[in-house]
């Protein structure tokens, strides 16, 4: 194990569609003595990096104290998964930082206000989201984000790249929308076809490319994307991830039904079937299988269909010039 997340709480202050991650209910939050054993924990089997995650973990009354017991205890890499909307206050992302934050990773909707703030159905979610970057970018934080990628925003993704990039955003990591926790409501109309935003997803790699940042795309298999862009796939079991959830159930990253695929009688034969993760359930159960296919032994000369880790590129940066 390298890597350990936690997800202490569901709490959030955003509503986004398909996501369920979001309860206040005390059932869902982990008391702050669970987290800082899960933190000991870690650190005694091998974890070198902390993932917090959610919910919103700004949220947290116990947030400092979790990034202050994670610096003590020699966490190299202490990264938080926000919406960013709190760190639209100055003293908070300082105190953050002060406390042992390393990097934030940011979820990105749109470009388009009306868009980011209608698939977070929370009024000026972008807004706020803008003024936490302006407040992040002169500290020494490494800067992420996440793009859920929807019917609603996929011909976006290179702009957003490009955009962000010029931001200070240094990795990009692709999401395909979600059914697994849809609940009661029908969301199917929001999962894109993935034949029609491979086009995008090859512009936003090379958007990627040339601003020097790097882009991982999950939930993709590899016979969906050209092996010259297999450097794009995600590597899940290569994170040696511990995932934590409220109540105390724990899982590898690999073995998430987000991450566990199915392979169908197109993929028999496949050359790459090792690494490949196979296509979520939900997405079949909308698309149908016609899109996958097994990939011939010769289309891997040359390439590498192992896929990269979330974990690449440096701690943190430092300010930019002039910056206080």
């Known amino acids: 194990m390298r890597w350990l997340e936690i997800s202490p709480g569901f709490s959030c202050n955003c509503r986004c569609i398909g996501c369920h991650s979001c309860s206040p209910a005390a059932s869902d939050q982990m008391p702050t003595e669970d987290v800082l054993r899960w933190l000991q924990s870690g650190r005694r089997s091998g974890a070198r990096h902390l993932w917090l995650s959610g919910g919103e973990p700004t949220l947290r009354k116990d947030f400092l104290q979790m990034l202050r017991a994670a610096r003590h205890l020699g966490y190299e890499r202490i990264k938080v998964q926000s919406n960013g909307m709190l760190f639209a ?130 939930n993709t298999p590899h016979c969906t994307l050209p092996p010259e862009a297999w450097e794009m796939q995600f590597d899940s079991a290569g994170m040696e991830l511990l995932v934590v959830n409220p109540g105390g159930r724990a899982f590898m990253l690999e073995t998430s039904s987000i991450e566990q695929g199915t392979f169908v009688a197109a993929c028999e034969g496949c050359a790459v079937r090792t690494f490949c993760h196979g296509m979520r359930s939900d997405y079949i159960a909308v698309y149908g299988d016609g899109e996958l296919r097994a990939v011939r032994p010769d289309e891997l000369a040359g390439f590498e269909p192992r896929g990269s880790v979330l974990d690449i590129g440096p701690v943190g940066r430092a300010p930019p010039a002039g910056a206080r």
């Open 89 to 218: 206050y100055p003293e908070f992302a300082a105190r953050a930082v002060q406390a042992g934050m390393t990097e934030v990773n940011l979820l990105l909707k749109s470009l388009d206000p009306k868009v980011h703030d209608g698939l977070n159905r929370t009024p000026g979610s972008h807004a706020a989201l803008t003024r936490g970057l302006d407040v992040l970018r002169p500290l020494p934080v490494r800067l992420e984000g996440d793009f859920l990628m929807t019917t609603r925003n996929w011909q976006e993704l290179p702009a957003i790249v490009a955009h962000y990039a010029e931001l200070g955003l240094v990795h990009f990591n692709i999401w395909l929308f979600s059914l697994v926790d849809q609940g009661d409501a029908d969301l199917r109309r929001l999962v894109p076809r993935l034949s029609e935003c491979r086009p995008a997803m090859l512009e936003a790699l090379a958007v990627a490319k040339a601003h020097g940042v790097t882009l991982c795309s999950l």
